[in-house]
């Protein structure tokens, strides 16, 4: 990907440096396990290993791990909900 898209890859590159900072507001640890939420809600592998083992480095416990994990799943049903609302309007709509 690089070599076929060397400028869009560096700034995807440079994106995935901002859940590492260590001179921001939020702390690491936090930065990661938001950064877990966030993959689990995405359902992405990729970033669920690489975040977890992240925020583990930065400190981070299994219980806080888990939390970040039912933080994105109950997100995740609140958006399903909110679209089945939105299913019953157009059901309801007139043809």
Known sequence: MRKLAPADYEAWLNLEKITARTDG???RKYR??????????????????????AAKAAGATREELVESALLAAALRAGAATTHGTMALKFFDAQP
């Not at 877990?36 to 592998?45: E, H, L, T």
């Open 25 to 27: 507001a939020i702390p």
């Open 32 to 53: 990661e396990l938001i950064a877990v939420a966030v993959a689990c809600a995405q359902m992405c592998p990729y970033c669920i290993e690489a975040h977890s083992k």
